[in-house]
């Protein structure tokens, strides 16, 4: 359990001066394992892509342009090709998340925004936007709630700090963990 607390993302190479992380060589992969297997999802095209971005005023800036850029750029050629479609949520509250799951099926949730761990509930969570604009936390598990009965949404991609830490208590705490142990 210790092992799977820790950020394996941070893991660093002292022979090599790297971290494992950053080499095209080494790819860290969490792998968790379920009492029951998550079945394939068959999916006539287009894949659904819903983007969301959270950038609450009270934590640092984010660069939320380029990083929505860098992805139309690498999903472009789908795109044109009406493989996939990419729709960005305009709200960044958990209220606007849970509309937006509502005009589904979605296939992949796509998370820009800070994360972290709370000690004080010893879970994962993602830092959405409340009505004044500040940091409003959403716990991995009230998350994994909001997301619950989506069947077709198989893949969520947590750009935001933290995604993999978890307690040394509870291999299952991170928000990760938590969302795939939710069956996604």
Request: hydrophobic share 40%; glycine share 8%; charged share 25%.
């Amino acid at each position: 359990a210790d092992m799977a607390a820790l950020p394996w993302e941070f893991l660093f190479d002292e022979r090599r001066r790297e971290y494992l992380c950053l080499s095209k060589d080494t790819l860290p992969i969490r792998y968790l394992e379920l009492p029951q297997p998550i079945l394939p999802l068959t999916v006539s095209q287009p894949l659904r892509v819903l983007g969301m971005v959270a950038s609450p005023a009270d934590r640092d800036k984010l660069d939320q342009d380029r990083e929505r850029q860098r992805i139309e750029a690498a999903v472009k050629h789908l795109r044109d090709s009406g493989v996939l479609e990419l729709e960005w949520l305009p709200g960044q509250s958990w209220r606007h998340l849970q509309r937006a799951m509502r005009h589904g099926p979605w296939h992949i949730l796509h998370f820009i925004g800070h994360g972290g761990f709370d000690s004080s509930c010893d879970e994962g969570c993602i830092a959405l936007v409340n009505d004044s604009g500040q940091q409003e936390l959403l716990r991995a598990s009230q998350l994994a709630r909001l997301l619950a009965g989506h069947h077709s949404l198989r893949r969520v991609l947590l750009n935001a700090c933290e995604g993999g830490k978890g307690s040394g208590q509870d291999i299952f705490s991170s928000s990760a963990a938590i969302l795939v142990h939710s069956g996604i």
